[in-house]
């Protein structure tokens, strides 16, 4: 089920469903970077656009939202990904609620087991 776009503080925030589990794109889990100093980041869609620009490892929803930034001075009108689904041969490892309209779900391989340092 699609949301609708919701206005808050007079920015519009559109959202991009991802609702089927995309397959798992093997050898994403050795594209690893450092985006920001002292980061690792793995399974980020960034990689895929400044490293190495052949590397497919999310869905075209996550690379729309993640260029946003790119697509103009637009300060109206937001890009957010929900609902989520994920990707095939992963699970849904946590989901936290930010607030009445945002929560944050965290997908990991069928292999990994998240651990959350508070």
């Not at 959202?15 to 089927?20: C, K, R």
């Not at 970077?33 to 490892?57: M, Q």
């Not at 300060?75 to 957010?80: E, G, N, W």
């Not at 929900?82 to 490892?93: E, F, L, N, Q, V």
């Amino acid at each position: 089920m699609n949301r609708l776009p919701e206005t808050n503080a007079g920015i519009v925030t559109s959202w991009i469903p991802i609702t089927t589990a995309h397959p798992h794109q093997p050898g994403c889990e050795n594209f690893v970077w450092k985006f920001v100093p002292n980061v690792i980041a793995a399974w980020d869609p960034g990689y895929g656009l400044s490293v190495e620009n052949d590397a497919t490892c999310h869905p075209k929803p996550v690379t729309t939202w993640w260029l946003q930034n790119r697509l103009g001075s637009n300060q109206q009108t937001i890009f957010s990904l929900g609902p989520i689904t994920c990707p095939s041969d992963y699970y849904t490892a946590t989901m936290s609620a930010k607030d009445a309209s945002s929560t944050s779900v965290a997908c990991c391989p069928l292999c990994v087991q998240l651990h959350v340092i508070l």
